[in-house]
């Protein structure tokens, strides 16, 4: 079933979003395979786009990886990893009390991230 699960398709958006409720009990832990399923899938078509990217702009030497983790510790740790001068991250365009209540990721690689951070915010519409 969970094969079923991690083979359908997205809908028409190109996003899909999952619910997973996990809780300490053993029947709980059936669900995981669905999870880990759908983020295999994710992980794979963003690695994918980022190599059509990279072979668009003629980028012969990137590589590729997709890790699991917090993503402030996985990030600040390939910096490290990779010995890294720049890390690029997104940001959500939260406000300042959304971010205090959610947490950053792209404030957290500022502030601990050995290198240039580049925070890149989506571009505003244009009316």
């Given amino acids: ?68 983790g917090d993503a402030r510790n996985v990030l600040c740790d390939a910096v490290e990893r990779h010995h890294a001068e720049m890390l690029v991250v997104g940001s959500h365009g939260y406000g300042a009390i959304k971010r205090a209540v959610l947490g950053s990721v792209s404030d957290y690689c500022a502030h601990h991230a050995h290198c240039t951070v580049m925070i890149v915010k989506k571009p505003k519409p244009k009316h």
């Fill in 1 to 68: 079933m969970a094969e079923e699960a991690s083979s359908a398709p997205a809908p028409a958006g190109g996003k899909m979003t999952m619910v997973a409720g996990v809780d300490e009990s053993d029947h709980s832990f059936y669900v995981l395979p669905f999870v880990e399923a759908d983020l295999k899938r994710v992980a794979l078509r963003v690695v994918d786009k980022a190599r059509e990217l990279c072979a668009a702009a003629q980028v012969a030497d990137a590589e590729f990886e997709a890790l699991e």
